[in-house]
């Protein structure tokens, strides 16, 4: 609308140089033909030639006076549509279009708040499931299935015999006569074969089985920490 406005404006500044241009030399021509018409010296002709000329020039300026009034008509028409209609019904457009987004934000914030209003039930259900399981915890309960899981079922060992070695020969020693051989097997570390039979550690026919971990204390496995607490307990 700005570059139709200007170009119109441009059309009004040529039309008012033309006719501008023509009102001169409509004024020289009839200053030429008056002084002629007063000069009893030239020819009649001469005469004649100079108000042609004079009323040529007076149908040009009368023309493009013409055309200047009615480009000065038609900018004054669309200077003033452009001004009170157009421009006006632009900014309108704009502030409608700006109402609106202040109108739809307006909505979304209102909107937001009824679902957090909404959704905060649901959270406080959730938070109350949360506090209600965590009062069950019992921590002496969660330390007493640790160990029940892990403990391995072994007696501590029983406190070893004194053995009388004074007159005894070695074939008694070594046990190839009656006298008192090696401790049985059933003594060895003080472990009984009933508590070895406890969670498989020695098969049915009397055959220790390794078990890895289990006397060492500061082993690398994760549940070495409590191998000496199980152990004791047991």
Known sequence: MMTQLTNQLATLERARKNYEKASREAERALDTFQRVDADMNLSRAEVEKQRMNMTLKSQQCEETKNEYASQLQRTNDLQNQHYHILLPDVFRNLQDLDEKRIKDIRNFMI????????????????????????????????????????????????????????????????????????????????????????????????????RVGIFNIFSSNKVCNLHYLLFISA
């Open 111 to 210: 909107h937001s708040a009824d679902v957090e209003r909404k959704v905060f039930p649901i959270i406080s259900k959730c938070l109350d499931g949360i506090v209600s399981a965590a009062q069950q915890i019992n921590e002496k309960e969660d330390t007493l299935l640790v160990i029940e899981r892990y403990k391995s079922g072994f007696q501590p060992p029983t406190d070893i015999p004194f053995e009388d070695l004074n007159g005894r020969g070695g074939s008694e020693r070594d046990g190839s006569s009656g006298g008192v051989g090696p401790p049985p097997l059933s003594s060895v570390g003080g472990f009984r074969p009933e508590a070895m039979t406890v969670k498989g550690t020695m098969s049915a026919g009397g055959k220790l089985k390794k």
